[in-house]
């Protein structure tokens, strides 16, 4: 499109020479010719991949021509396209279920994705591998301009095939609702995502499997049912500071683990649940050298299925200090090792405070070391204690604090040569036909320390049958 500005006797005399005289016209009509050829309409290209698998192939789209930065791009057919061209294209849809792969093909190659509208659709899913050969081959997904879009509401893998794989989600707004994993498999080069808080964001449902060794937990924005699950480290932790986010879920899961690791206090709030399954022969410390008291706050539930887990560090560290963990939910321990402490200088702690009510089924709670190993009970409304199966084993110190009440039923504390304390306000119901003692393995609470019943504490008896 051109433009005439304002109208004068000239530019009329000029069009009226267009117009009336032949070579006018002829002229009128090249030049009509030139401007089309600049012009650039959009389309929606779809893939129909009649003439091989190469992106730059113009029979393969539907209309026919390789994609440009005007076009939709739409891929509804499982298949490894080979990108052989840096593109930018307007935007890009897979849907229809389709499993779709990017591979770089002669060289590192980039889609860049310059406007909105962007989508992986629920059950389809695109996976990005790197190549070998010459020169680095990632294959990469960026961003370019202002107001770019993605939703992941299927899977977005990246890859160590290869050269790797990168996602920037610079100068988009990327959000998953969907799977957004980083898989080390593969034997090459890892993916990498690169984000901040503000252009990838985790919504309800959301996502983040990182099944790699190593790497880094990407920045992101996460709902509170959003979930981080860590399932490939083997003897390398993620980047410890990429941990000191908001997370919604937490579960780890490293069956393959071999080494013990630890967070170094990083790993501060989980807003939603905090899942330990798997450690493989390794373990997990929720903290590492320090001489201060840090905090992890768990605003849903604590569970842990198997895997070893330490709240404070290991027998090296030889330093003052200890790790709070605050558990708003319930705490159900079930298999696995829950060791508290784990330090030689008698300043350190490990102290869960818990909320919810307290289950164990199995799995061992212990302590090691020289500190302190405490359970207090903090909740504001009736707390459930109950003990099936599973070992409390060393100096593990129980409290119930101030104003909180928990039911033991007829389930028994025991096991611990630790200490049981009953603060002034709290209240402790039982229905164990022993009641309660001073000493003894006899009564709700057996714990082989000192007992202290505070005389301005209140007692509930509530059995079904004589009660001492």
């Known amino acids: 499109m051109f433009y005439l500005g304002k109208v004068n006797v000239n530019k009329l005399i000029f069009m009226d020479f267009f117009k009336n005289t032949n070579s006018g016209r002829g002229l009128l009509i090249l030049f009509l010719v030139l401007m089309a050829s600049q012009v650039s309409i959009a389309a929606t290209k779809t893939w129909i991949g009649v003439s091989g698998a190469n992106w730059g192939t113009n029979t393969n789209w539907s209309p026919t021509g390789v994609p440009g930065a005007a076009d939709d791009v739409v891929i509804n057919t499982s298949l490894n396209i080979n990108i052989d061209n840096n593109s930018t294209i307007n935007s890009l849809v897979v ?26 659709e629920s059950g389809s899913s695109l996976t990005l591998r790197g190549s070998t050969g010459k020169g680095t ?9 202002t107001g770019s879009t993605m939703a992941i509401d299927g899977s977005l893998v990246l ?3 290869g050269d790797g794989s990168i996602y920037t989600a610079t100068n988009s707004i990327t959000t998953v609702s969907g799977t957004l994993k980083n898989d080390g498999a593969g034997g090459g080069t890892s993916g990498v995502i690169t984000s901040n808080a503000s252009n990838l964001q985790f ?6 499997q990182h099944a790699l060794n190593g790497g880094d937990i990407p920045t992101a924005t996460w709902d509170v049912s959003s979930t981080v699950n860590v399932t490939g480290v083997t003897t390398t932790l993620p980047t410890t500071s990429t941990f000191n986010q908001t ?19 990083n790993l501060a709030t989980v807003a939603g649940n905090f899942s330990m399954i798997s450690t493989g022969t390794g373990n997990l410390k929720l903290i590492g050298s320090s001489n201060s008291l840090l905090g ?8 842990q299925s198997g895997g070893s887990l330490y709240v404070y560090g290991d027998n090296t560290q030889n330093v003052g200090g200890g790790l709070l963990m605050t558990v708003n939910g319930n705490v159900s321990i079930s298999s696995g090792t829950l060791t508290l402490n784990a330090n030689t200088d008698a300043t350190s702690s490990g102290t869960i405070n818990v909320k919810g009510n307290l289950s164990i089924s199995g799995g061992t709670i212990t302590e090691t070391g020289n500190g302190t190993a405490n359970i207090n009970f903090t909740g504001t409304t009736v707390q459930a204690y109950s003990k099936t199966a599973g070992t409390i084993s060393n100096t593990v110190n129980f409290g119930i604090n101030t104003g909180a009440i928990v039911n033991f039923g007829t389930n028994l504390l025991d096991g611990s040569n630790g200490t049981f304390n009953l603060l002034t306000g709290g209240t402790l119901m039982t229905a164990n036909t022993g009641g309660i003692a001073s000493t003894g393995a006899t009564g709700s609470i057996r714990t082989t320390g000192i007992r202290s019943f505070d005389a301005a504490a209140n007692y509930v008896y509530n059995g079904t049958v004589s009660q001492v």
């Open 95 to 120: 849907n229809n279920n389709a499993a779709v792969i990017f591979t770089s093909s002669g060289g590192g190659r980039v889609i860049t994705i310059d406007n909105s509208g962007s989508r992986i």
């Open 247 to 265: 997370f919604g879920n937490v579960i780890w899961n490293s069956t393959s683990q071999s080494a013990g690791l630890s967070l170094g206090g």
């Open 296 to 303: 992890l706050t768990v605003g849903g539930n604590f569970t």
């Open 159 to 161: 890859t160590a095939v």
């Open 137 to 145: 081959r990632t294959m990469s997904i960026a961003y370019s301009g």
């Open 203 to 208: 919504s309800s449902g959301g996502i983040y």
